[in-house]
């Protein structure tokens, strides 16, 4: 199993519009080859730290799905003052992990 | 949804230490209420950085664990050398969240 995980640091009213667009976010991930799931987490300790963790099957899949048309889409769909915000306010870049035991 | 994460630094003998004292492990958390699924991830840039990261129904089950006889039974079954090796080069405190999508 692959995992990326993306660390955003969110200022409180782009959370709110964070939230909003993931819950109408399209779903064209839901089905592609290898996705099992998508979760965003939100510090207990830090209401701004927001990290957005993406499990699959392998990395190929992931690498796959990062070059394809429906990622551009849906990146197409977040509305620009989001992006802006999100984009400003990155905490760090992508980890990314091999699922080593479970 | 509740998640907890240690983020630790693991030289590498002693990553090939934790991951057969995790395949070994007692087993006592996977009755535990609310206990969901504990994963260990491995950095693909930085193989000796090891995030363990097990999910809760919510954040009381998870504290409900941490005091318990079970919890320390677990931990006192950890070879003290991999114990010190693990304290020693810890990264960060531990990390929690809310899952507040998905």
Redesign the interface.
């Known amino acids: 199993?692959y995992?990326s995980v993306s660390r955003l640091r969110v200022q409180q009213p782009s959370v709110a519009a964070l939230?909003r667009a993931?819950?109408q976010r399209s779903g064209l991930v839901d089905t592609v080859d290898g996705f099992i799931?998508?979760?965003?987490?939100?510090?207990?300790?830090d209401p701004e730290e927001?990290?957005m963790v993406s499990r699959w099957r392998e990395?190929s899949c992931f690498t796959a799905y990062m070059k394809s048309a429906d990622h551009a889409r849906s990146h197409d769909r977040i509305p620009q003052s989001l992006s802006d915000a999100i984009c400003l306010e990155r905490l760090e870049h992508l980890?990314?992990?091999?699922?080593?035991?479970?």
Chains 1, 2 share one sequence.
């Open positions: 199993m995992v939230m993931f819950r799931d998508l979760q965003v987490w939100r510090s207990d300790r927001i990290w990395r980890h990314s992990f091999e699922v080593a035991a479970e």
